[in-house]
C-alpha cells in the first residue's frame, strides 16, 4: 500500500475537518491551545508533505526550506500575511486560504464594533458593574448617532462590501476607497468612491477592512489621523498593522478622534500592559471577528480541502498563488 500523506496541523481544529483529513493522510496535530512554539513547528515539519497552519505561525523561508517535501501550505484564515507567498511560488508551493465563509460573521462584528463604540456600550456596562448607576441623568454616557452617519469603508472587498450592506439598514451614508472601484457595489449599496483623503474627512466611522501588505503596512498613521473628524471613530477587524498604534494612541489621547474599536492589533495578543488598554475610549477584542461555530467549522473544512487537494497534487479550491500551476490566476 502507498504511504500516506504526512500533514501537520498546527492546531486543534473543528472535528469533521480532522476526520477528512484523517481519511486521506497521516495527521501530526499540535493539541494545545495555544501556538505552536516556533522550534516544535520547525522541527515537526521536516518530513510533512502538508502544512494545515493557523495565522499565528509564520511561514517562511526558514520553514520552508526544513520541510523539503512540503507540497501545500493550507493557511486557515482568510489573510495570510503570516505566510510569505512569493517564497512558496519559488518552490511552487500552493498556499490555500478560506475566502468568502467568514465574510458575514466579520462583517458582524465589525457592526457590532461600531454600535458599541457610538454608543459607548462597554463604558456603560462597568458603569453599571461598578455600582455607580444612582439615577437616570440626561447627560449620562452620551455617544454619537449611528444612523444616518457617514460610513468610511477602506477596503471594498468581500467583507467591506457585507459591511456597507449592514450600514443601508442604518440609514448611513457609505463612502470608500479602495485599490479598484467597485461599480457592482456602489450600484447595489449606494455607496461612494472616494480619495483617501475625503474618506479620513468625511468619515464619522472609518471601518477597515484591507488586507496587511507592504502597502497597506501602517497605512493609518499620524498623518492620516490627523486628517480625521474630532468626534470620529475608527474601527479594525482586518490586520492591526494596518494602523500605527503609537499614532492610535496619541490620537485617542489628544482627542484627534473619539473612539477605537480593535479586534486586531499589533503586536497580536496585545499586551496587557499596552498604553492602548488604559484609555476609556478604546475597546480591544481578542480577534474574533470569525468566531462563530458555524464559521469556524466552514473555515476548517475549506482549509482540509485545499490541504488534501494539495497532498494530492490536484488545483486547490482556494489558491492564493494560482502562478504555481503555471497558467495565469484563478476566478474568484
Ligand atoms: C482571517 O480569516 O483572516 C481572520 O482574521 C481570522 O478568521
Redesign the pocket.
Known amino acids: 500500500m502507498a504511504e500516506r500523506p504526512r500533514v501537520l496541523v498546527t492546531r486543534q481544529v473543528h472535528p469533521d475537518a480532522i476526520r477528512r483529513m484523517a481519511d486521506v493522510c497521516e495527521l501530526d496535530i499540535w493539541t494545545e491551545d495555544r501556538p505552536i512554539p516556533r522550534e516544535e513547528l520547525l522541527a515537526r515539519v521536516v518530513d510533512k508533505d502538508g502544512l494545515y497552519c493557523m495565522?499565528t505561525e509564520r511561514v517562511d523561508e526558514e520553514l520552508l526550506a526544513r520541510a523539503p517535501r512540503l507540497r501545500v501550505v493550507s493557511n486557515?484564515?482568510?489573510?495570510?500575511d503570516n505566510v510569505d507567498v512569493a517564497a512558496c511560488v519559488r518552490r511552487g508551493i500552493p498556499v490555500g486560504?478560506?475566502p468568502g465563509v467568514?465574510t458575514d460573521a466579520?462583517a458582524d462584528l465589525a457592526f457590532a464594533l461600531i454600535l458599541a463604540a457610538a454608543r459607548r456600550l462597554v463604558e456603560a456596562v462597568d458603569y453599571v458593574r461598578a455600582g455607580r448607576w444612582q439615577t437616570w441623568s440626561p447627560s449620562l454616557l452620551l455617544g454619537h448617532d449611528v444612523y444616518g452617519a457617514t460610513l468610511g469603508i477602506l477596503g471594498m472587498g468581500r467583507i467591506g462590501a457585507a459591511v456597507a450592506r449592514r450600514a443601508t439598514g442604518f440609514g448611513m451614508r457609505v463612502i470608500y476607497h479602495s485599490r479598484r472601484r467597485h461599480e457592482e457595489v456602489e450600484a447595489a449599496l449606494g455607496a461612494t468612491y472616494v480619495d483617501l483623503n475625503t474618506l479620513l474627512q468625511e468619515a464619522d466611522v472609518l471601518s477597515i477592512h484591507t488586507p496587511l501588505t507592504p502597502e497597506t503596512y501602517h497605512l493609518i498613521g499620524e498623518a492620516e489621523l490627523r486628517r480625521m473628524k474630532p468626534t470620529a471613530i475608527l474601527v479594525n477587524t482586518?490586520?492591526g498593522g494596518v494602523v500605527d498604534p503609537k499614532a492610535l494612541y496619541r490620537a485617542l489621547q489628544e482627542g484627534w478622534i473619539a473612539y477605537a474599536a480593535l479586534d486586531?492589533t499589533e503586536p497580536e495578543p496585545i499586551p496587557p500592559d499596552d498604553p492602548l488598554l488604559t484609555l476609556p475610549n478604546c475597546i480591544v477584542v481578542p480577534?474574533i471577528?470569525?468566531?462563530t461555530q458555524a464559521t469556524r467549522r466552514r473555515?476548517a473544512l475549506i482549509a482540509a480541502e485545499n490541504l488534501i487537494a494539495g497532498v494530492q497534487g490536484k488545483r486547490l479550491p482556494y489558491c492564493v498563488n494560482p502562478e504555481v500551476y503555471g497558467n495565469g490566476p484563478d476566478k474568484e
Open positions: 495565522l486557515m484564515a482568510v489573510g495570510y486560504n478560506t467568514l466579520t482586518a490586520r486586531v480577534h471577528g470569525s468566531a473555515m
